[in-house]
């Protein structure tokens, strides 16, 4: 989950500015569930253009016909009901992480965003940087052999009871809170988009699913996990990933957030794996393994949400109802894979939370 509000900040920068040329964005609508003027008072704060219209509640920005595609960032526990509100009443719907809850969830609002063949993504901004477009190319081009291994992490290195006592989204069972759903998730895609997005094994008709294992750790005030480490091995290729995340470790920003291992050398991600900036590439070689390239990926305005927009615009533009980069499938999988680990550790959501039906009429 993201501020909205640097979403929207980032939707209103021209994006002539990031040498985009194809595509616009116009916000024409937000709506708060709390009341009109917190909506009014968010379009101030983001300085939203004067036909920008504000509603005190999501039904009534639905049932705006000049809305093509809505934006979720309301709590985890609420992304299920929240989407499905939206896909019914025939929006286009850029979803925040994590997707769901649940895997069950997820595989519900996919299929209803098919039958009505409406846009349905992740928000998982990370996948469009262009520093992970020249990473992936980086791969494909061989500049580190063949990948073996990625080691990824996101921690917050926050004092936990301090900060979020026991009614903090990120600690609140229920707001489905916790490392693995918030943090867990940016490892998780880094792993995912190199050994399994872009393996060799990718264009196969059958697949064999990761075998998972991992361990959390709780926050004894509320039962959410504070930290979680997964492990993710793909039989089909004999590669692995490791993720870790924590909401109380902290990280040393001089380390790099992921490492793509291959036989031939490793490329190093800097800065959160959330919001990378720099990357180094380092060859084995025969002697001392040495730096071969360094790059930096600068954001010289705005937070970097704008390029996710983007590829919507495109993807809406074209006619798609699913990402090329971010596929449903493997948003599937990656919340699949969250089960299991939420399943080995018995952490389990209020059952509000769990269910797969909606609580109110839709």
């Not at 992490?153 to 916790?178: C, I, K, Q, S, W």
């Not at 196969?204 to 979680?228: C, F, I, N, Q």
């Not at 490791?242 to 040393?252: E, I, K, P, Q």
């Not at 800065?271 to 930096?296: C, N």
Request: overall charge negative.
């Amino acid at each position: 989950m993201l501020p909205v509000r640097q979403f929207a900040k980032d939707l209103l920068i021209d994006p002539s500015t990031r040498g985009v040329h194809n595509v616009t964005h116009n916000l024409v609508a937000v709506a708060s569930s709390a009341s009109l003027q917190k909506a009014q008072d968010f379009l101030s704060a983001v300085n939203a253009p004067p036909h920008t219209t504000a509603y005190g509640s999501y039904e009534s920005l639905l049932a705006d016909p000049s809305v093509e595609i809505v934006y979720i960032s309301t709590p985890h526990s609420h992304h299920f009901q929240n989407a499905h509100t939206a896909l019914l009443a025939g929006k286009h719907v850029l979803l925040e992480k994590a997707f769901t809850v649940n895997a069950a969830q997820t595989r519900i609002l996919i299929k209803l965003a098919r039958d009505k063949k409406l846009f349905l993504m992740e928000a998982m901004w990370t996948r469009f940087f262009p520093l992970m477009q020249h990473v992936r190319r980086l791969i494909k081009d061989g500049a580190i052999g063949a990948v073996q291994r990625v080691v990824a992490d996101r921690n917050l290195g926050r004092d936990v009871e301090r900060l979020y006592g026991t009614e903090h989204r990120l600690v609140n069972p229920a707001l489905a809170g916790g490392a693995l759903l918030d943090l867990a998730i940016y490892p998780l895609t880094w792993i995912f988009q190199i050994l399994y997005h872009d393996s060799p094994l990718a264009s196969g008709t059958a697949r064999l699913p990761p075998h998972v294992s991992s361990s959390l750790v709780k926050y004894a005030p509320t039962g959410v996990d504070e930290t979680a480490t997964v492990v993710v091995t793909f039989p089909g290729s004999r590669t692995q990933g490791v993720a870790t995340a924590s909401l109380r470790v902290a990280s040393n920003p001089t380390d790099p957030g992921v490492r793509i291992l291959g036989d031939k050398g490793q490329i190093q991600v800097f800065g959160p794996a959330a919001r990378p900036l720099t990357i180094a590439v380092v060859a084995y070689g025969e002697g001392v393994p040495q730096v071969v390239e360094r790059k930096d990926f600068d954001i010289p305005v705005g937070h970097g949400l704008f390029w996710e927009a983007d590829a919507c615009a495109q993807y809406l533009e074209e006619g798609k109802t699913e990402a090329d980069l971010m596929p449903l499938e493997e948003t599937l999988l990656i919340m699949d894979v969250m089960d299991r680990v939420r399943k080995e550790n018995e952490l389990q959501y209020p059952a509000e939370v769990e269910a797969h039906q909606l609580t109110r009429n839709n």
